[in-house]
Structures are given as structure tokens and as C-alpha cells.
């Protein structure tokens, strides 16, 4: 057990921050669940006499900044904020900390749009990258260069579910004098802190685990101290890319049951795996539950699933298109199960790369509904 794990199920007060920082009731009408505010600017008494430190919504607003709290505070961070989507969130921090001419080691199993955003974006700006199995730790130190200035990292990894060891590559990074990233989608705070490993700076598509509900699509950045946050602020707003006071409110609430949630989605998914390791259909099962260093890093080990059919493409497009209560979908982290193809729909993208994922690979997302019935689900569908 790690010094996450143990705690009766919850750990550090996870659950009183996550339902508590940033989130005092309503000074003024003692609501107890912060207001949202819809207002694109704020009176102000005098010319520059601001009543709370707001004067224009794209540089703060009351709703947001209770989620930026609350998002420092349960990664452990010094700085939150919040964005319009998770690749706006990775576009600003990289215009924050590089220049044209700068490098950065990328995963070799990556989100795809996060891939997308570096070879079709932001190499037209200048900016330089290198795409590494960072498992391969001789691998993350063989890419570095004079100009390297992050390592990105996302562990564990979408859709193969590789783990990464951060400490280890927070130690590389640092020597080369450059930050480590991680994009802890997958994990969320409650199973993996990245900045207490290692990191600098922590990203989220908090469309995901942290909105929890498939009803909101935003972005966030934690970082480790004063000093990175200067850069990243001044591009949130200059660059404007800000989440919306609605979309804020949306997080908020999704944040509150991020524990109890995610211990449902890793209850069903070991279920899932355990099923899948023995059905003879399946030929490989990616969850990270038997990883030592998935052991070392993570409290448990997510709601992600993988898995690859024997007979190729044909079988997995089938599996597909036959379960019921999985509904066939891009995205995950939602309360509902989910199943896609990766190499037709969420990494269609990088066909062709070097990161181009297997044709018979199939992703789960698994949801919170009765266990049984997602395992009943997937047995009919693969025609057990
Ligand atoms: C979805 C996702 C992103 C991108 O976030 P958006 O909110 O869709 O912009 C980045 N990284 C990972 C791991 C994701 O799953």
C-alpha cells in the first residue's frame, strides 16, 4: 500500500476538500452551495474601486474561482485554474512556458488530440517534440535536448493503459532543467497525486472523471508552486480560453462525489478485467492492477479498461456494435458505461503515427451502475 491507501477509504480529508475548499457557504444569503454567477462584468465604486477583486469575467469570476480553489486543494497544489476544454488548457500551458524553437518529450501512448495538438498545431508555431515509451525511462533521457523545456506525461496512458513512473521521470526532467507535466485524466485526484511525486505542473479534461456526468466539457491545470502559476495566468486570461461561470458550477458539483465515485468505477472495473482476463475471445486485458509501480503511484488503479480480440478488427468493430448498457461513444469518466473502437474514433487521429493504436483494441469506460449488469452486458455481447 502507498501513503494514499488505507485510510477506510478515504485518504488526507480527500472527500471534506473536494466537498468543502473554496466552497464556504454565501457570505451574504448563507447559500450553502456556491452561486452562480452569470455576469460578464462588476460594478465598481469609483474607478478602480472593486468590491471583491472582480472587474471583467474572462480574468475571474466568483463561480470559477471556486472551483480553482478547490482545484489546487485537492491536488495538493498551490495554483488552480480553470479552462474551456482540456486541450485548451494544454495550448495555454504550452505558450506559457515554451517559445518557438523549445522541444518537448511527448508520450508514445497518448491522448490522440493531444497528439493532434502538437504535430498539427503547435509544430506550425515552432515548437519542437519527440514521441517516447516513457516506461522506457533510458528512452525519456535519450529525447531530451538543449531546448527541451517539458516533459509531458500521462500515466496511465489512453487507451493501453501503461503506467509511468513519475517520480523517475520528474528526476529526469528536473536535471535537464525542464518541468514535468502530467495529465492525470485518467487517474484523477483521488487515486494519483502527481504533484507530491514529482511534477510541476498537473493537467485535467475535466470533462472526464472530475465533471463525472458527461454533461460538461472543461479543462484544468494545478500547479506545484507561485512561480509556474505567474506564466500560466497571465496566458489564461490573455489568451482567454477560460471556462464559463455554468461550466465551473458543473465541475464544482461533479467534484463533491469524485471519491465515492471513482471507488464505484474501480470496483466494476477489476470485475470487468477479472471477467475479460478469462474469456477466451479476449486475447490481451489492460488495466493496470498488477503494475508495481501503478502500486507505488496510485491509491487504486481507475475506471479504464482495454482489451484486444482474437480475429482481428472485424471482431472488436462487433463487440462493439453488440452491447446494450455500454452505449458506443467517444469520451469517458461519465457515471455510464461506455465502449469504443480507439483506432476508428477516439485515435483515428493518429493513423499513421507513431502513435497509432491496434485495430482489435477495444476501451471501456466503466460506469457506476450494478456490476452484474455490466458484466452480463459484456458477456452477451461477446457471445460467451
Ligand atoms: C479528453 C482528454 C483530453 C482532452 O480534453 P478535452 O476536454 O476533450 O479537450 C486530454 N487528455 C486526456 C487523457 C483525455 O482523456
Redesign the pocket.
Known sequence: MNELAGHDGAHDGFETLAIHAGQAPDAETGAVVVPLHLTSTYAQDGVGGLRGGYEYSRSGNPTRTALETCLAAIEHGARGFAFA??????DTLLRAICSPGDHVVIPGD??G??YRLFAQVLERWGLQYTAVQQQDLDAVRGAIRDRTKIVWC?TPT?PLLGIVDIGAVASIAHAADAILVV?N??ASPYLQRPLALGADVV?H????YLGGHSDV???ALITRDELLAEPIAFHHNAMGAVAGPFDSWLVLRGIKTLGVRMDRHCDNAERVAAMLRRHDRVSEVYYPDTHPVAAKQMHRYGGMVSFRLHGGEANALDVCGRTRLFTLAE???GVESLIEHPARMTHASVAGSPLEVPGDLVRLSVGIETGADLLADLEQALGS
Open positions: 476544454s482540456g486541450l485548451a488548457a494544454e497518448a491522448y488530440g493531444t500521462e489512453n495529465d485524466t485518467f493537467m479534461s475535466s470533462t472526464k466539457v472543461g479543462g469520451s469517458l469518466g
